[in-house]
């Protein structure tokens, strides 16, 4: 018979895998390259299409109602409190679409990993990578076409600096735009599998030590309920972040 071992089981429930594994139902084989927290970012993709052309209703002559009144609440304040509060009205309308990209697409990602029935895409490294990456590219490239070549470098160089400290301080200040880059991928991974990893030790604890050990069941409970806020919250700290760095690289004077 084999041992119960807690980390196997934790790591089991938190790690990529070619397999997606339902609840009383054989392992699926997942066809490579394709991997279950590639297929978790699927389905989130598909299901945010489903929402937003198919669920969605905008009518200009009906106030909206239901799913797509939520929906517009999370856009407007995307829209007016993020987007166009720190890239200013014309940029930050253009980049709307993008934050809302980002804060439904990652609160998506975050909300099926707390359903049995799915894995966390955003506890893996590469899925943030990835969102980051494309953060880091409109920091650069939006920066280039925003401000030209010499704009663009001119914003690591602030007013006032004495010459004999602007290289250095140029340096850090070109170094900052990949630590930003860096922190969003870290933070929105290391939010995500912690929680995961505490609610797969706190149950596993229950096997291990039997009875003695159900109270923390409620500990669990609780670290659930807390990890859909932190679902909703990362998903806002990302878009907003993205949309401050954003904001530095297109309208450095500020």
């Known amino acids: 018979m084999k041992v119960f071992?807690?980390?196997?089981?934790i790591m089991h429930h938190v790690l990529n895998s070619p397999e997606w594994h339902l609840p009383f139902l054989p392992a699926?084989?997942?066809p490579p390259p394709l991997s279950l927290h590639g297929l978790m970012v699927i389905l989130g993709a598909l299901f945010l299409v489903i929402v937003f052309c198919g669920v969605y209703r905008k009518d200009p002559d009906i106030a909206p109602t239901g799913i797509t009144n939520l929906l517009e609440t999370f856009v407007i304040f995307?829209?007016?409190?993020?987007?166009?509060?720190?890239?200013?009205?014309?940029?930050?309308?253009?980049?709307?679409?993008?934050f809302c990209t980002f804060f439904f697409f990652i609160l998506t990602l975050n909300l099926m990993g707390l359903i049995p029935l799915f894995a966390t895409a955003t506890a893996n490294i590469n899925v943030t990578g990835a969102l980051a990456l494309i953060t880091f590219g409109f920091m650069i490239l939006g920066g280039i076409y925003k401000n030209g070549p010499v704009g663009f470098f001119k914003a690591f160089i602030p007013h006032g600096v004495p010459a004999?400290?602007?290289?250095?301080?140029?340096?850090?200040?070109?170094?900052?735009?990949?630590i930003k880059a860096f922190a969003l991928m870290i933070r929105l991974f290391a939010n995500m599998l912690a929680g995961h990893i505490a609610i797969f030790a706190l149950l596993g604890l229950i096997v291990v030590m039997g009875l003695v050990a159900l109270p923390t069941m409620i500990l669990a409970l609780f670290i659930f309920l807390l990890e859909i806020f932190v679902a909703f919250l990362?998903?806002?700290?990302?878009t907003l972040l993205s949309a401050i760095f954003m904001g530095q690289m297109y309208h450095p004077e500020h």
């Open 5 to 9: 071992s807690l980390d196997e089981y």
């Open 28 to 30: 699926i084989h997942l």
């Open 78 to 98: 995307i829209r007016d409190d993020i987007a166009v509060h720190f890239l200013g009205e014309k940029d930050g309308r253009k980049m709307t679409p993008l």
């Open 164 to 178: 004999l400290i602007l290289p250095i301080i140029f340096l850090v200040e070109f170094i900052g735009i990949f």
């Open 234 to 238: 990362q998903a806002y700290i990302f």
